[in-house]
Protein backbone atom coordinates (compact mmCIF):
# COMPACT_ATOMS: atom_id res chain seq x y z
CA UNK A 1 0.00 0.00 0.00
CA UNK A 2 1.42 3.74 -0.87
CA UNK A 3 0.08 6.60 -0.05
CA UNK A 4 0.29 10.20 -2.16
CA UNK A 5 -0.05 13.06 0.89
CA UNK A 6 -3.01 14.81 -0.65
CA UNK A 7 -5.96 16.86 0.56
CA UNK A 8 -8.50 16.33 1.88
CA UNK A 9 -6.33 13.89 3.16
CA UNK A 10 -3.58 10.99 1.84
CA UNK A 11 -5.00 9.07 -0.98
CA UNK A 12 -4.19 5.13 -0.92
CA UNK A 13 -3.10 3.11 -3.75
CA UNK A 14 -3.71 -0.47 -3.27
CA UNK A 15 -1.08 -1.89 -6.05
CA UNK A 16 0.37 0.03 -8.72
CA UNK A 17 -1.75 -1.91 -11.45
CA UNK A 18 -4.74 -1.03 -10.56
CA UNK A 19 -3.56 2.97 -11.57
CA UNK A 20 -3.78 4.62 -14.96
CA UNK A 21 -3.05 8.62 -15.89
CA UNK A 22 -5.46 9.77 -17.50
CA UNK A 23 -5.00 12.88 -20.02
CA UNK A 24 -8.00 14.69 -20.78
CA UNK A 25 -8.43 16.99 -24.34
CA UNK A 26 -4.53 18.25 -24.36
CA UNK A 27 -5.11 19.22 -27.84
CA UNK A 28 -3.43 21.52 -30.53
CA UNK A 29 -6.95 23.58 -30.93
CA UNK A 30 -6.99 24.44 -26.90
CA UNK A 31 -3.46 25.00 -26.14
CA UNK A 32 -1.97 26.44 -29.32
CA UNK A 33 -2.26 30.23 -31.06
CA UNK A 34 -4.67 29.67 -33.71
CA UNK A 35 -6.50 27.14 -32.26
CA UNK A 36 -10.41 26.80 -31.05
CA UNK A 37 -9.50 28.38 -27.34
CA UNK A 38 -7.21 31.09 -29.07
CA UNK A 39 -10.14 31.86 -31.51
CA UNK A 40 -12.85 32.45 -28.98
CA UNK A 41 -10.25 35.15 -26.74
CA UNK A 42 -8.63 32.76 -24.30
CA UNK A 43 -5.10 33.03 -22.99
CA UNK A 44 -3.49 29.54 -24.01
CA UNK A 45 -0.52 30.29 -22.27
CA UNK A 46 -2.59 28.95 -18.65
CA UNK A 47 -2.61 25.91 -20.59
CA UNK A 48 0.54 25.74 -22.18
CA UNK A 49 2.49 26.37 -18.35
CA UNK A 50 1.62 22.14 -17.38
CA UNK A 51 2.76 20.69 -20.31
CA UNK A 52 6.14 20.04 -18.52
CA UNK A 53 4.76 18.41 -15.75
CA UNK A 54 2.24 16.45 -17.76
CA UNK A 55 5.34 15.29 -19.91
CA UNK A 56 7.09 14.42 -16.51
CA UNK A 57 3.87 12.63 -15.63
CA UNK A 58 3.11 10.89 -18.89
CA UNK A 59 7.21 9.62 -19.01
CA UNK A 60 7.05 8.58 -15.36
CA UNK A 61 3.52 6.30 -15.96
CA UNK A 62 5.46 4.81 -19.21
CA UNK A 63 8.86 4.30 -17.27
CA UNK A 64 6.79 2.32 -14.98
CA UNK A 65 4.80 0.49 -17.43
CA UNK A 66 1.40 1.44 -15.99
CA UNK A 67 -1.66 2.46 -18.32
CA UNK A 68 -2.00 5.79 -19.70
CA UNK A 69 -5.36 6.77 -21.08
CA UNK A 70 -5.62 10.21 -23.29
CA UNK A 71 -9.13 12.01 -24.30
CA UNK A 72 -9.69 14.12 -27.41
CA UNK A 73 -12.82 15.99 -27.42
CA UNK A 74 -13.98 15.54 -31.18
CA UNK A 75 -16.94 15.00 -33.62
CA UNK A 76 -17.35 13.33 -37.02
CA UNK A 77 -17.45 15.64 -39.95
CA UNK A 78 -21.09 15.36 -40.72
CA UNK A 79 -21.49 16.59 -37.00
CA UNK A 80 -24.08 13.46 -36.51
CA UNK A 81 -22.21 12.91 -33.00
CA UNK A 82 -22.48 16.93 -31.82
CA UNK A 83 -26.25 17.71 -30.78
CA UNK A 84 -27.50 21.12 -31.35
CA UNK A 85 -27.74 22.13 -28.20
CA UNK A 86 -23.51 21.91 -28.09
CA UNK A 87 -22.66 23.04 -31.84
CA UNK A 88 -25.26 26.24 -30.94
CA UNK A 89 -23.85 27.39 -27.51
CA UNK A 90 -22.23 30.53 -26.79
CA UNK A 91 -23.18 31.92 -30.40
CA UNK A 92 -19.66 31.70 -30.95
CA UNK A 93 -17.46 32.27 -34.05
CA UNK A 94 -15.68 30.34 -34.69
CA UNK A 95 -18.36 27.02 -34.10
CA UNK A 96 -17.13 23.34 -33.61
CA UNK A 97 -17.05 22.31 -37.80
CA UNK A 98 -15.84 25.26 -38.88
CA UNK A 99 -12.51 26.01 -40.78
CA UNK A 100 -10.02 26.85 -38.19
CA UNK A 101 -5.96 27.56 -39.25
CA UNK A 102 -5.65 24.09 -38.29
CA UNK A 103 -8.48 22.92 -40.05
CA UNK A 104 -12.18 22.12 -38.63
CA UNK A 105 -12.51 22.74 -35.21
CA UNK A 106 -12.88 19.96 -33.21
CA UNK A 107 -13.52 17.28 -36.20
CA UNK A 108 -11.43 14.03 -35.54
CA UNK A 109 -8.32 13.76 -37.60
CA UNK A 110 -8.07 17.51 -38.20
CA UNK A 111 -4.42 19.01 -37.44
CA UNK A 112 -5.98 21.10 -33.84
CA UNK A 113 -7.92 18.19 -33.11
CA UNK A 114 -4.66 16.56 -32.31
CA UNK A 115 -2.61 15.90 -29.22
CA UNK A 116 0.17 18.39 -28.94
CA UNK A 117 3.52 16.92 -29.99
CA UNK A 118 4.92 17.11 -26.82
CA UNK A 119 2.65 14.34 -25.04
CA UNK A 120 1.72 12.42 -28.59
CA UNK A 121 0.29 8.72 -27.42
CA UNK A 122 2.23 5.11 -27.94
CA UNK A 123 0.87 3.07 -30.26
CA UNK A 124 -0.14 1.28 -26.84
CA UNK A 125 -1.69 3.61 -25.39
CA UNK A 126 -4.93 4.16 -24.78
CA UNK A 127 -7.15 7.47 -26.48
CA UNK A 128 -10.56 7.77 -26.11
CA UNK A 129 -12.46 10.16 -28.95
CA UNK A 130 -14.98 11.74 -27.00
CA UNK A 131 -17.91 13.70 -28.32
CA UNK A 132 -19.06 15.10 -24.88
CA UNK A 133 -17.26 16.94 -22.32
CA UNK A 134 -16.98 13.72 -20.04
CA UNK A 135 -14.90 10.74 -21.12
CA UNK A 136 -17.50 8.47 -20.08
CA UNK A 137 -20.22 9.83 -22.01
CA UNK A 138 -20.76 7.56 -25.57
CA UNK A 139 -17.24 6.20 -25.81
CA UNK A 140 -16.02 2.58 -24.15
CA UNK A 141 -14.10 4.00 -21.16
CA UNK A 142 -15.86 2.10 -18.70
CA UNK A 143 -15.45 -1.48 -20.46
CA UNK A 144 -11.82 -0.35 -20.36
CA UNK A 145 -11.34 0.02 -17.47
CA UNK A 146 -13.05 -3.04 -16.47
CA UNK A 147 -11.33 -4.95 -18.68
CA UNK A 148 -7.59 -3.91 -17.30
CA UNK A 149 -9.33 -4.03 -13.91
CA UNK A 150 -8.11 -0.02 -13.57
CA UNK A 151 -9.77 1.13 -10.27
CA UNK A 152 -7.42 4.47 -9.37
CA UNK A 153 -7.40 7.04 -11.46
CA UNK A 154 -5.23 10.36 -11.97
CA UNK A 155 -6.24 13.24 -13.44
CA UNK A 156 -4.48 15.74 -15.49
CA UNK A 157 -5.64 17.96 -18.58
CA UNK A 158 -8.01 20.47 -19.54
CA UNK A 159 -9.57 22.64 -18.57
CA UNK A 160 -9.93 22.22 -15.12
CA UNK A 161 -13.45 23.25 -14.89
CA UNK A 162 -14.92 21.57 -17.81
CA UNK A 163 -13.63 18.21 -19.34
CA UNK A 164 -11.68 17.50 -16.26
CA UNK A 165 -14.41 18.15 -13.72
CA UNK A 166 -16.84 16.48 -15.87
CA UNK A 167 -14.76 13.14 -16.53
CA UNK A 168 -13.53 13.13 -12.54
CA UNK A 169 -17.37 13.40 -11.52
CA UNK A 170 -18.72 10.66 -13.75
CA UNK A 171 -15.64 8.84 -12.77
CA UNK A 172 -16.74 8.87 -9.03
CA UNK A 173 -20.31 8.02 -9.90
CA UNK A 174 -18.93 4.85 -11.27
CA UNK A 175 -16.93 3.93 -8.30
CA UNK A 176 -13.46 4.92 -9.42
CA UNK A 177 -11.32 6.18 -6.57
CA UNK A 178 -9.75 9.73 -8.45
CA UNK A 179 -7.66 12.18 -7.50
CA UNK A 180 -6.40 15.63 -9.35
CA UNK A 181 -3.08 16.75 -10.17
CA UNK A 182 -3.42 20.56 -9.62
CA UNK A 183 -0.37 21.61 -10.95
CA UNK A 184 -1.09 19.24 -14.17
CA UNK A 185 -4.59 20.84 -15.02
CA UNK A 186 -5.31 24.08 -15.87
CA UNK A 187 -8.31 26.52 -17.18
CA UNK A 188 -8.21 29.55 -19.01
CA UNK A 189 -9.42 31.03 -15.57
CA UNK A 190 -7.31 30.60 -12.70
CA UNK A 191 -10.18 31.29 -10.38
CA UNK A 192 -12.31 28.93 -11.92
CA UNK A 193 -9.52 26.15 -11.98
CA UNK A 194 -8.96 26.91 -7.88
CA UNK A 195 -12.60 27.05 -7.39
CA UNK A 196 -12.78 23.48 -9.16
CA UNK A 197 -10.05 21.70 -6.84
CA UNK A 198 -11.97 23.24 -3.56
CA UNK A 199 -14.72 21.79 -4.83
CA UNK A 200 -13.96 18.40 -6.23
CA UNK A 201 -12.29 17.79 -2.69
CA UNK A 202 -15.00 19.30 -0.06
CA UNK A 203 -16.61 17.41 2.38
CA UNK A 204 -14.03 15.34 2.96
CA UNK A 205 -13.37 14.24 -0.68
CA UNK A 206 -16.78 14.42 -2.12
CA UNK A 207 -15.35 13.58 -5.99
CA UNK A 208 -12.24 12.54 -4.77
CA UNK A 209 -8.80 13.89 -3.77
CA UNK A 210 -6.38 16.22 -5.20
CA UNK A 211 -2.21 16.19 -4.98
CA UNK A 212 0.80 18.28 -5.97
CA UNK A 213 2.55 16.30 -8.77
CA UNK A 214 5.61 15.97 -6.53
CA UNK A 215 3.66 14.32 -4.02
CA UNK A 216 2.30 11.46 -6.68
CA UNK A 217 5.80 10.94 -8.24
CA UNK A 218 7.47 10.70 -4.74
CA UNK A 219 4.99 8.08 -4.02
CA UNK A 220 5.64 6.25 -7.16
CA UNK A 221 8.93 6.27 -7.57
CA UNK A 222 10.39 7.82 -4.36
CA UNK A 223 14.00 8.41 -6.26
CA UNK A 224 11.94 10.78 -9.09
CA UNK A 225 12.53 13.83 -6.94
CA UNK A 226 15.97 13.25 -6.33
CA UNK A 227 16.90 12.74 -9.77
CA UNK A 228 14.34 15.60 -10.89
C1 LIG B 1 -13.90 22.70 -23.40
C2 LIG B 1 -12.50 20.96 -22.53
N1 LIG B 1 -13.52 23.59 -22.48
N2 LIG B 1 -11.62 20.05 -22.93
N3 LIG B 1 -13.30 21.49 -23.49
O1 LIG B 1 -14.76 22.99 -24.18
O2 LIG B 1 -12.54 21.33 -21.37
Given at each position: MTAIAANPYDYQLPTESKIALVIIDMQRDFL????FGDALGNDVTQLQSIVPTVKKLLETFRSLNLPVIHTIEAHSPDLSDCPPSKLNRGQGNPKIGDQGTMGRILIVGEDGNNIIPELTPLENEIVIIKPGKGAFCRTNLEEILQKEEITHLLFTGVTTEVCVQTTMREANDRGYECLLIEDGTASYFPKFKQSTIEMLRAQGGIIGWTANSDAVLAALVPQAIAIA
Open positions: EYGG
